[in-house]
């Protein structure tokens, strides 16, 4: 689905997709740097460097999941206000369960398929 609106701070929509793709293409980076690490941890081939260096890039890839997810929640409470345009008794369920589907969709995410915010 293609949703030509702003953002919720007021950005175009392409900013965010340019945004996204900034950010995906870093968490990508970290991930694999990270499986890497884990790898050499499991085969008791790690040393103090590289152990601070991996909780060190876990941080990191807390801190760009949050950033991601602030950045596309806007779609999250749009979709939310569209279900509960009548009533807005369980909205907050509704943003509770639309914040977990998009943490799973961040965690998810293949760039090399498509875009994330189309």
Same mark, same amino acid.
């Given at each position: 689905?293609?949703? !030509? ?12 997709h340019s945004r996204n793709d900034e950010l995906f293409a870093r968490r990508k980076e ?8 884990? +790898?050499? !941890?499991? #085969? =008791?081939?790690?040393?103090? &460097?590289?152990?601070? +260096? ?6 990191? $890839?807390?801190?760009?999941? @949050?950033?991601?997810?602030? +950045?596309?929640?806007? $779609? &999250?409470r749009r979709y939310v206000a569209m279900f509960t345009f009548r009533s807005s008794q ?5 943003? @509770? #369960? =639309?914040? &977990? =589907? $998009?943490?799973? #969709?961040?965690? @998810?995410?293949?760039? !090399?398929? #498509?875009?994330? !915010?189309?």
């Open positions: 689905m293609d949703i !030509a609106q702003p953002t919720s701070d007021g950005r175009p929509a392409t900013q965010l970290l991930s694999d740097r990270i499986a890497e690490l884990r +790898a050499k !941890a499991e #085969a =008791g081939e790690i040393d103090e &460097v590289s152990e601070a +260096a991996l909780r060190q890039d876990e941080r990191e $890839l807390d801190d760009l999941t @949050s950033e991601i997810t602030a +950045a596309n929640y806007g $779609l &999250v369980h909205s907050e369920d509704f943003q @509770s #369960a =639309g914040k &977990v =589907g $998009l943490l799973w #969709a961040i965690a @998810s995410y293949d760039p !090399a398929r #498509a875009s994330f !915010a189309s």
